[in-house]
């Protein structure tokens, strides 16, 4: 795709890299097969390649109003137009990169300003979050179910094993997980342990920044990313094996810290670092692992379950197939494998943003994971966890609780 950008844009720091995406895009359109939002709407500009040619024009110093941030709201950064794309378009990044002009310059209205503010200062600090979470959890009773099912349920997480092995990876805890689902760190921690390594709590870990990232605010982001490389470097040169994240949305933000603080002198180097180390889940605990700890499992003895596969453990991590095979290892029945690979709708804040068109994507998920009759429905992101979890009729868990619980001689922790 030829591009000649504006002058400011081209001799800024996201000139040349913004310029090389745009060009190695071919206009072939097979991404636009694969776009859930394409699908749904049939709009050309609802769709990657009509996308790409906003953000171009965008780029190139055309002026661009709320028709070019409306569209661009509606993609759920997927990035299944990435797995599928023959030029290797990073096409995730590039919306990243303009973002953030997007946002100085076209003005939302006042009530969804803060709105997005509103977000960000809440769901990205865990002590907030928890805060909310709480309070809904204190009044659940007394609120109609429509708002009742926003409220994720209460668990014991159990106990988290003192670290004793000599391999360490450092936990990310998250925010919204941390509040809304401690039990996922802890159970991680306990089949980590089994396995022979220790996850270990670093103080003054925050956010991994994808929150404000996705949203725009990229100054944010990078605020969160130094903050945590800074808390767990010490333990870093002190030889710490990698840094471990059960969400596989955090992952993926992990992995992004390199181009995050490319241009940080003082930071390029250890982000770099820290995203060599990011460990999500799905490659901390994987099916070799387990069947060299577990003994022989009998297929199905754990139960029946379907496994909705996060958009970022797909595209972004590329790791597709890796929970499923540690799951039957563990004992697990999968009810189907196949049609699974389309967005939740979930997407981070975008289910609070674009609950119409999220909650079309979570109703035909749902429709096609209830073919098989599953006990439980497992994923591997917080995000999507919470986001089904509201429509579910059957309990809705991340995968490694499953195999924490399955665990041969494993007491489950009170409900």
């Not at 049939?42 to 028709?67: C, F, N, Q």
């Not at 988290?160 to 159970?187: D, F, K, M, Y």
């Not at 993926?252 to 990011?278: F, G, I, K, N, T």
């Not at 979570?362 to 096609?368: E, G």
Request: with cysteine.
């Amino acid at each position: 795709m030829r591009a000649i950008l504006a002058p400011e844009i081209a001799g800024s720091t996201i000139g040349p890299e913004a310029e090389a995406i745009l060009r190695s895009c071919v206009h072939c359109g097979f991404c636009n097969a694969v776009c859930p939002t394409y699908q749904i709407r049939g709009d050309e500009r609802d769709g990657p390649r009509g996308r790409i040619y906003l953000m171009k024009a965008m780029l190139e110093g055309e002026a661009v109003g709320e028709t070019t941030q409306r569209h661009l709201d509606r993609c759920l950064t997927c990035r299944a137009c990435e797995s599928t794309c023959p030029s290797g378009v990073r096409y995730a990044r590039l919306t990243e990169l303009v973002k953030p002009k997007l946002e100085r310059d076209v003005a939302r209205p006042a009530g969804k300003r803060l709105f997005r503010w509103l977000l960000r200062r809440v769901m990205s600090d865990a002590g907030r979050a928890g805060a909310l979470i709480g309070l809904g959890r204190a009044v659940r009773g007394l609120l109609p179910d429509r708002l009742a099912r926003w409220v994720p349920a209460s668990r014991d997480p159990g106990a988290w094993p003192e670290p004793r092995h000599a391999r360490r990876l450092l936990c990310l805890t998250g925010c919204v997980q941390a509040s809304a689902a401690p039990r996922i760190n802890a159970a991680a921690a306990r089949v980590l342990d089994r396995l022979g390594t220790s996850l270990v709590r670093v103080p003054g870990t925050v956010c991994c920044g994808a929150l404000p990232y996705h949203l725009g605010h990229a100054d944010e982001a990078r605020t969160f990313a130094r903050a945590n490389i800074d808390a767990w470097w010490p333990a870093i040169e002190a030889g710490a094996a990698g840094v471990f994240s059960a969400s596989s949305g955090c992952s993926a933000m992990l992995r992004d810290y390199a181009d995050l603080l490319a241009d940080d002198p003082h930071y390029c180097e250890r982000a770099a670092r820290v995203a060599e180390l990011a460990l999500d889940a799905s490659s901390a605990v994987t099916a070799a692992e387990l069947a060299a700890a577990l003994p022989s499992q009998t297929p199905g003895c754990a139960g029946r379950i379907a496994f909705q596969p996060p958009c970022t453990l797909q595209h972004a991590l590329r790791a597709p197939g890796r929970v499923e095979a540690a799951l039957e290892v563990a004992g697990f029945e999968l009810t189907q494998r196949a049609g699974l690979e389309s967005c939740c709708g979930s997407a981070g804040t975008y289910s609070l943003l674009q609950p119409e068109l999220a909650n079309e994507l979570r109703t035909r998920r749902l429709a096609h994971l209830a073919t098989g009759a599953p006990e439980a429905i497992a994923s591997a992101n917080i995000g999507c966890m919470l986001h089904l979890e509201r429509e579910s009729n059957v309990p809705v868990r991340h995968w490694i609780e499953l195999v924490d619980e399955a665990w041969p001689g494993r007491a489950r922790p009170s409900e």
